[in-house]
């Protein structure tokens, strides 16, 4: 899945603006009950030949099971459901519960929009095992949840999460001697140089995934707040930070002791891919949908690894900050009974489906005490021991035209075209417009 694409389309971003009528405030709870032969809108992020919409079929049909008399309606509208959903409940149509990122749902529809779902995350039901909902789900995405809006409330329930790390070939860091995964900055060159030394790659990177190796940098330097505002700055004033000139540095460094694959700064998304899952290197920065994606390349054989970015010098966050984007279910605030919306919510969320979502989709599970798939073993751990959360691409609220811009003079830093010194003070030029 392409990053471009996931901030525009889900980034990340993985359902414009607030003009609804009538679809305000938080919705009073519905007394209506199930057996009263009522139907619940889902509008899917899905298509319908998904494996996620497979998942989602086999929920629906055990809500549908406990609930006798209630149907559910489903559009699988696959990411072109942002096209028609702000039209459809204009006119008047019924709409339940919307999937989609909380990057697209809340510049979108906002929490104005969206029903404020605090008392359903607290209360207790039949898929919970005696537990509040809140509290079967993993607390690092109830947090990421919960400040999303910037009020502490819950206008989403999040799903099918995403994290950006560095996937690694273990059979290749095992010819080249590697035994500890490398933590530090010089640790991480460490490993290069072993990988290099054995006639290996240790580096690829393609043009789709440029902002998440950079972004992370540069965000675990100075934040993703600071990154966001290099990445808008106008002035060029931002571009003579130490930060940016020791991060030039570090990956000219990368290219000059041959670390990067030679197709590495003209590699077109999914070429580095591939690369990667035909073992001809051994390390590429992705998002954890990557394993999934490359699968019938790599078979069920490949060795997954998988690692956090290492620290980098100096730097003012460590690299148990990582990017995440996730997508989510909510509640549409004109929902004539958001108490059943909810309840088939709670479906989608519990323990079974959430390990079918992992299974079958290779998805990470929100629910506590699920197994994650095998090929995304490694990152459980640094997912649930993250201190907090990135912006995906390491930049909050950046102007997107001008990380364009600092794709190509990134591309052009890793093969070689451009010094560390030409490339800092290049993007000084072309910050002024």
Same mark, same amino acid.
Do not use: H
């Given at each position: ?7 525009? $389309?889900?980034?990340? #971003? ?13 919705? #009073? ?14 509008? *899917? ?5 998904? #494996?996620?919409?497979?998942? /989602? ?9 406990? &609930? ?5 309606? $489903? ?56 537990? /509040? !909902? ?10 990421? %949840?919960?400040?999303? @809006?910037?009020?502490? +409330? ?21 010819? /080249? ?5 490398? +933590? ?36 675990? @330097?100075?934040?993703?707040?600071? /990154? ?21 540095? %570090? !990956? ?39 394993? &999934?994606? $490359?699968?019938?390349? *790599? ?30 279910? %909510? ?24 390990? #079918? ?27 649930? +021991? ?10 909050? &609220?950046?102007?997107?035209? !001008?990380?364009?811009? $600092?794709?190509?003079?990134? @591309? ?7 010094? +560390? ?9 072309? @910050?002024?417009?």
């Amino acid at each position: 899945m392409r990053i471009k694409n996931i901030i525009s $389309v889900i980034a990340a #971003a993985a359902i414009a603006a607030g003009s609804f009528s009538g679809c305000a405030g938080t919705a #009073a709870s519905s007394s209506s009950k199930a057996g009263q032969n009522k139907t619940i809108t889902y509008m *899917a992020m899905w298509n319908e030949n998904e #494996a996620q919409a497979t998942v /989602a079929k086999q929920a629906i049909a055990d809500f549908e099971a406990a &609930n006798p008399g209630v149907t559910v309606k $489903v559009t699988w509208g696959g990411r072109d459901i942002r096209k028609t959903l702000k039209t459809s409940i204009d006119a008047g149509q019924q709409v339940d519960v919307v999937e989609n990122s909380p990057d697209w749902l809340y510049p979108n529809l906002g929490t104005k929009y969206l029903l404020k779902l605090d008392s359903y995350m607290n209360k207790v039901y039949p898929t919970t095992e005696n537990k /509040a !909902f809140k509290d079967t789900l993993l607390p690092v995405m109830t947090k990421f %949840a919960s400040t999303y @809006a910037g009020d502490n +409330s819950y206008y989403y329930v999040p799903n099918q999460p995403s994290v950006a790390a560095i996937f690694y070939n273990k059979d290749l860091f095992k010819k /080249a001697g590697i035994t500890t995964v490398p +933590s530090s900055w010089d640790e991480f060159l460490g490993a290069c140089a072993k990988l290099k030394a054995a006639g290996i790659a240790p580096l690829t990177v393609d043009d789709a995934y440029y902002g998440i190796l950079y972004g992370q940098y540069l965000a675990e @330097a100075k934040g993703d707040v600071w /990154a966001g505002k290099l990445f808008s700055d106008k002035t060029g004033e931002n571009w003579s930070d130490p930060a940016v000139s020791q991060f030039a540095k %570090a !990956f000219e460094e990368l290219y000059k002791k041959g670390y990067f694959t030679t197709t590495t700064g003209s590699n077109k998304y999914p070429a580095a891919q591939q690369e990667l899952a035909l073992g001809k290197a051994a390390m590429y920065m992705n998002g954890s949908w990557f394993p &999934n994606e $490359v699968a019938s390349t *790599a078979g069920p054989d490949f060795n997954w690894g998988v690692m956090a970015f290492p620290n980098v010098p100096n730097g003012q966050y460590n690299n148990k900050n990582m990017m995440l984007i996730s997508q989510g279910y %909510a509640v549409c605030s004109k929902s004539k009974d958001p108490d059943l919306a909810f309840k088939l919510i709670t479906y989608f969320m519990d323990k079974k489906t959430q390990q #079918a979502f992992a299974d079958k989709a290779a998805c990470i599970p929100c629910t506590v005490g699920s197994t994650w798939p095998k090929a995304l073993k490694d990152l459980g751990p640094m997912f649930n +021991s993250m201190y907090n959360t990135f912006a995906w691409g390491g930049a909050k &609220n950046p102007d997107s035209d !001008f990380t364009s811009v $600092v794709d190509g003079d990134f @591309a052009k830093l890793i093969s070689g075209k451009l010094t +560390s010194d030409q490339f800092v003070s290049d993007l000084k030029t072309k @910050a002024k417009r």
